[in-house]
């Protein structure tokens, strides 16, 4: 994206500041769909939880996820956690869970966790159960007509160490910093610009790819159900 210096003169806002705002936002869904599609196609046999009809995401069924994870010896994160990617309307189901032995029942009976029902979702973090972490993003992938006709299903992703690869040309990557940076420049008068009508722009160019990790045992599970609430 470019912009004038008349423009850049008389916008209202930060225009420069705000563009790259939107365009990092931008790059980020790009990688957020990229990542989204080699979970999706790294799915097979044990990594599938599919929840039958009327029958939604609770601490049950966040627990057989992440047993069936320590039961293959994943490894967590590099905090010890594992991680959860759930849709909000799935998260409800979750953090709504009030049968025996759910969330709501475990969070009643200490202070943190009465604190931590009346605060509700903080940011993206929903709740942290049973070793898993989990965060809310609309941008899981969607199933039509499931898991019956005139439904949609939700993905929740359960993640540990290792599970999808991403790869970046070397020659481009930061030490300490994330795969990509936007690229803001002020212009001055060039050849090509003499009058210096070019003010500024905002760019990015990043190389990026994952993968499954090969031969071996997938250390995520995706389940699949639908959401009381749409």
């Known amino acids: 994206m470019s912009f004038s210096d008349l423009l850049i003169q008389t916008a209202i806002d930060p225009i420069v500041e705000n563009a790259a705002g939107e365009m990092g936002y931008r790059a980020a869904l790009t990688v957020n769909a990229l990542t989204a599609s080699a979970f999706e196609a790294a799915v097979a046999g044990s990594v599938v939880i599919d929840l039958a009809d009327n029958e939604f995401f609770t601490a049950a069924t966040a627990r057989q996820a992440v047993m069936s994870l320590r039961g293959q010896n994943a490894k967590p994160k590099a905090d010890g956690m594992?991680?959860?990617?759930i849709h909000p309307f799935v998260a409800y189901d979750l953090i709504n869970d009030n049968t025996a032995g759910g969330v709501i029942d475990i969070l009643?009976?200490?202070?943190?966790g009465v604190t931590e029902l009346m605060r509700g979702v903080q940011g993206y973090r929903v709740?942290?159960?049973?070793g898993v972490?989990?965060?809310?993003?609309t941008t899981v992938p969607t199933y039509a007509n499931y898991p019956s006709s005139g439904k949609t299903g939700y993905a929740t992703y359960i993640v540990g160490k290792d599970a999808i690869f991403s790869v970046s040309l070397g020659a481009t990557a930061i030490p300490n910093e994330n795969n990509f940076n936007l690229i803001t420049r002020n212009w001055e008068p060039t050849l090509a610009d003499p009058a210096g009508v070019v003010g500024a722009s905002v760019a990015y160019n990043f190389k990026y790819t994952v993968l499954a990790?090969?031969?071996s045992v997938p250390t995520f599970r995706r389940v699949r159900s639908e959401a009381s609430i749409s």
């Open 133 to 137: 972490r989990y965060i809310e993003t």
């Open 213 to 215: 990790r090969p031969n």
């Open 108 to 112: 009643k009976h200490v202070e943190s």
């Open 82 to 85: 594992f991680y959860g990617i």
């Open 127 to 130: 709740i942290e159960l049973s």
